[in-house]
């Protein structure tokens, strides 16, 4: 089954800067989902974008999927503090389950 | 709207002690339910879903097991609990395919440390 796998797995920037996280997986997808998990709590489903979109925005997101090369990469724009959290992908294969990745800890320095 | 709530949300428990984790699904019905532990540092892994009552598919094979006693509640047991089933657990759930998008809403989480 696939497997989201992000890349770079830590990453510390000043707030109001730009994050990029990239994601990616081995087998044919239906849908890709970012999700964001703040310490030691549930995650939060973020954006999904489907096997036909190219890019995706929601407010200060931007999510772009490329499935000639099996990636995709989330945009979070002049980011703040309360973005500091873990950023994981998630692929959707054809069993319609979720397979996520390790995750990508993000630290947003005030 | 649709909550979902899980519980205890920490506990210690002695090596071979049992283990009963709970999750209610509100304001939808017929959801798909799914338990995940992560470990810590590590992505989460599917350990049973269930599409309906009574309904549990195990991903990996171990100690714990899962029941659906009531179409929106899920529960997470083991009768002798291992050092390493410490960990992050989440309860979540989806709704059915026909709802499109397999979106997966995840519960607050319940930090189990084995002693």
């Known amino acids: 089954s696939q497997q989201g796998e992000e890349d770079p797995q830590a990453l510390s920037i000043q707030e109001g800067e730009n994050a990029t996280m990239n994601c990616s997986y081995k087998?044919?997808?239906?849908?890709l989902q970012w999700y964001r998990q703040n310490s030691g709590r549930g995650l939060v489903h973020l954006i999904l974008i489907r096997s036909n979109e190219r890019e995706k925005h929601s407010g200060r997101l931007r999510v772009t999927l490329d499935t000639s090369k099996k990636s995709s990469s989330l945009l979070i724009t002049a980011s703040r503090a309360a973005d500091t959290a873990s950023y994981f992908c998630a692929t959707v294969g054809g069993n319609n389950r979720l397979a996520f990745g390790k995750g990508n800890q993000v630290v947003v320095i005030p | 709207s649709q909550t979902i709530h899980q519980w205890p949300a920490t506990l210690v428990q002695p090596v071979g002690s049992p283990l009963s984790l709970e999750c209610t699904v509100e304001g939808t019905s017929n959801p798909n339910l799914y338990w995940y532990r992560q470990a810590a540092g590590r992505g989460l892994q599917l350990l049973f879903y269930?599409?309906?009552?009574?309904?549990i598919s195990s991903e990996v094979p171990q100690n714990l097991s899962a029941s659906r006693p009531q179409d929106r509640q899920f529960i997470l047991s083991s009768k002798k609990l291992l050092l390493s089933d410490s960990g992050f657990y989440l309860c979540?759930?989806?709704?059915?395919?026909?709802?499109?998008?397999?979106?997966?809403?995840f519960g607050e989480g319940s930090w189990l440390t084995v002693v």
């Open positions: 087998t044919s997808i239906n849908n």
């Open positions: 979540a759930w989806s709704g059915g395919y026909r709802q499109g998008g397999n979106t997966i809403y």
């Open positions: 269930s599409v309906g009552i009574g309904q």
